[in-house]
């Protein structure tokens, strides 16, 4: 039998303030949702959430193997899903965002979509554990609650369908992150990344608790206060599959990264995308919604 190991900490703590103390709510049961600052009420298909704010991370198995998992779970051990139960707005445009990979390691890690609770594993090609050619130095990982449509040829992005997974975060504070970790950030800047025909959206955020958080708002003010921070971000997922033999990566949008109010509105859409594909208006395919 797989080893489990339960991991609880204050930084995968959502906090009770943004939360509201209570359990998971039943099906066809009212909850409250953030929409652009304002409260909504909302049926829980549309907006689900872990209302009791403690969120622990399971691993199942030993790192760097094909049967490590990271599952998470609520106050009673139940297994919950990063993608599905952890909300995603918290208000006043702050978001969750969960580390699937912390700053300077390589090893790919990702949500497994087709898997039920979508633990964290690592990803493998033709049964082989995948690692990037070289570290990714910021945190990156996901927003939860969000979808990229697969069968929506976005207009304004060269007509590119969504890559059928939940948008990326790459997080620029100074601290390491830990897989599973939950963090508080706020968007900054958006990158539209063409990978093999594919819209693969990149939100450049900062965490909250960041020492420098309050300093930056805007795309502007990441040039200001990390120099060179976005043209390396966009370099790095420009050329990370160079080594394996593939092509460069590209970026729509004049190949620069977008504003602040451009990232949310990617934000606010895919999260409606995802609110069609747990209504289940959207085929799931193989996706689990569980």
């Keep these: ?11 995968n703590t959502l906090t009770a303030s943004l939360l509201s103390k209570g ?22 298909f549309t907006c689900s959430a872990i209302y009791n704010p403690q969120i622990q991370t399971i691993e199942e198995g030993k790192p760097e193997t094909l049967d490590y998992r990271v599952f998470f779970a609520d106050n009673s051990g139940k297994k919950v899903s990063p993608w599905h139960d952890i909300p995603l707005h918290l208000g006043d445009n702050v978001f969750n965002f969960v580390v699937e990979i912390p700053k300077e390691s390589s090893a790919k890690m990702e949500v497994a979509t087709d898997e039920q609770h979508t633990p964290i594993k690592q990803d493998t090609k033709k049964g082989k554990l995948r690692y990037y050619p070289y570290n990714i130095h910021w945190n990156y990982g996901l927003l939860p609650q969000t979808w990229e449509d697969p069968s929506f040829a976005n207009s304004e992005v060269e007509g590119a369908f969504g890559d059928n997974d939940p948008v990326d975060v ?6 390491r992150g830990k897989i599973g970790q939950v963090l508080k950030v706020k968007p900054l800047a958006a990158l539209a990344m063409i990978d093999e025909g594919e819209l693969d959206w990149k939100i450049v955020a900062i965490s909250l608790d960041d020492p420098r958080a309050s300093l930056v708002n805007d795309v502007d003010d990441v040039e200001k206060h990390f120099p060179g921070t976005l043209t390396a971000i966009r370099d790095w997922f420009r050329d990370y599959k160079i080594p394996d033999g593939k092509p460069a990566n590209r970026f729509a949008l004049g190949n620069k990264p977008a504003n602040k109010d451009y990232a949310l509105k990617v934000i606010m859409e895919t999260n409606e995308s995802w609110e069609k594909l747990v209504k289940r208006s959207i085929d799931a395919g193989e996706l689990s919604l569980v």
């Excluded at 790459?170 to 601290?175: D, H, Q, Y």
């Design 1 to 11: 039998m797989a080893a489990t190991r339960v991991m609880v900490s204050a930084s």
């Design 23 to 44: 359990p998971l709510r039943k099906p066809n049961s009212f909850s409250l949702c953030f929409r652009n600052g304002r409260v909504q009420k909302r049926r829980l």
């Design 170 to 175: 790459v997080e620029i504070g100074e601290s």
